[in-house]
């Protein structure tokens, strides 16, 4: 992984009542937003993720940065400020899938295999990020976080029994 410029902030886990609430827009583009971008990264970065939104950290704003792959292996990073996810679809594929909110734990997760978000930069630049399969899923997980989701949510039946299971015990 990358060593990003920012300070390594903690990341709130599950049961943190941020992680559940959804993020309001931002509507100031200043020195303050390129310090949580920048903290936003040097934090995936030092915990060894491929995505964080900011209220994994603690900041209830619609931002969420990003350093993954795609299907073909090309690797993608950036950051989307006020994302909307504008279509998720493709085959419906389910993959193991983790979050640094939820540590050390992956469970079988479905997700689209093709996704688009569009949003602004941190400058309020238009931007529109295209994602096939782990990136899609990237794309995917990082929206749900801003909405107040996480992705064990998308989760259902003995999947989504065995992953509250795993989660209680990994709390004990």
């Given at each position: 992984m990358a060593k990003?410029?920012?300070t390594v902030r903690?990341?709130?886990?599950?049961?943190d009542p941020g992680l559940r609430t959804a993020c309001d827009p931002v509507?100031?583009?200043?020195?303050?937003?390129?310090r949580l971008i920048d903290d936003m990264f040097a934090s995936m970065y030092a915990a060894e993720g491929a995505g964080l939104a900011a209220n994994q950290i603690g900041?209830?704003?619609r931002v969420f940065v990003y350093d993954c792959a795609?299907?073909?292996g090309r690797r993608h990073v950036g950051h989307v400020v006020n994302p909307t996810?504008?279509?998720?679809?493709?085959?419906?594929?389910?993959?193991p899938e983790g979050c640094l909110s939820v540590p050390r734990l992956r469970f079988p997760t479905p997700r689209f295999a093709h996704?688009?978000?569009?949003?602004?930069?941190?400058?309020?630049?238009?931007?529109?990020?295209?994602?096939?399969?782990?990136?899609?899923?990237?794309?995917?997980?990082e929206c749900g976080h801003l909405d107040g989701g996480v992705y064990i949510d998308t989760l259902s039946g003995d999947a989504r029994r065995d992953a509250m299971r795993a989660i209680r015990a990994a709390r004990a």
């Open positions: 990003a410029r920012g903690p990341i709130r886990f599950l049961g509507r100031t583009f200043d020195a303050a937003l390129d900041t209830a704003l795609d299907d073909r996810l504008e279509l998720a679809d493709g085959d419906l594929l389910t993959e996704a688009v978000v569009s949003g602004v930069d941190r400058r309020g630049k238009t931007v529109r990020v295209e994602g096939t399969g782990y990136f899609a899923r990237c794309l995917q997980h």
